[in-house]
């Protein structure tokens, strides 16, 4: 199951990379692409007591077409490590929640090098891992294999191709399936990321005279 999911996330994306290209071929606006990288700050919401926050990472490629001057849609492909930390009686533990992770997002530019970024993020459950069970099997079983989230953020581009993003990644849907009690919680995710968009000779923004 898990594998079908990953399977239609590599679809999605690469349906969004010839989009881009029909673009780039009946449009002055190019698409470009490239990868990112950067820390994600994650934790958890909802009903677990005595959660904290984890520093790890998130990396993977990255495609922005135009749909105006202004408007652009971002699609991503990355692998995002999240996961958060729990005091279960006198002991910290320490639980790894790893995705591959779709964010779809539009963004408008406010000026030549701002913009403001939103929308949806599909991702796939990989693994989970807690160095304090024996065997992750189980417990990888409590958790939902697909989580929805929805992103606010802020980008930073310069012409050369190189870009900075801020963003936060609210959970929508509950990442736990026990089957034994009823317990909701949902991602939290604050990520910074530093990224590179790559030129082609035809990627340079062609202004139309009035």
Not at 72 to 90: H, M, P, R, T
Not at 131 to 142: G, Q
Request: charged share 20%; proline share 3%; net charge negative.
């Amino acid at each position: 199951m898990k594998r079908n999911n990953f399977i239609l996330l590599l679809v999605i994306f690469c349906f969004i990379s010839g989009n881009a290209q029909k673009i780039d071929d009946e449009d002055p606006l190019y698409a470009r692409a490239g990868f990112k990288g950067g820390i994600n700050y994650s934790s958890i919401l909802g009903d677990a007591d005595g959660t904290d926050a984890r520093v790890r990472i998130h990396l993977g490629a990255v495609i922005e077409y135009p749909i105006s001057s202004k408007f652009f849609i971002q699609g991503e492909l990355l692998y995002s490590a999240q996961g958060y930390k729990i005091n279960v009686g006198d002991q910290e533990q320490k639980i790894s929640l790893n995705y591959f992770s779709l964010p779809i997002v539009t963004k408008i530019y406010l000026t030549e090098t701002i913009s403001l970024e939103t929308g949806p993020q599909f991702s796939l459950l990989t693994s989970v891992g807690n160095d304090d069970v024996p065997d992750n099997d189980p417990f990888f079983d409590a958790f939902n294999d697909l989580d929805v989230s929805w992103a606010f953020g802020a980008g930073y581009k310069l012409e050369s191709g190189l870009f900075f993003q801020l963003r936060y990644n609210l959970g929508l849907t509950n990442i736990n399936d026990t089957g034994i009690i009823d317990v909701t919680n949902r991602n939290s995710i604050a990520q910074l990321s530093i990224g590179y968009l790559f030129k082609t000779k035809n990627n340079r923004r062609i202004i139309r005279e009035q």
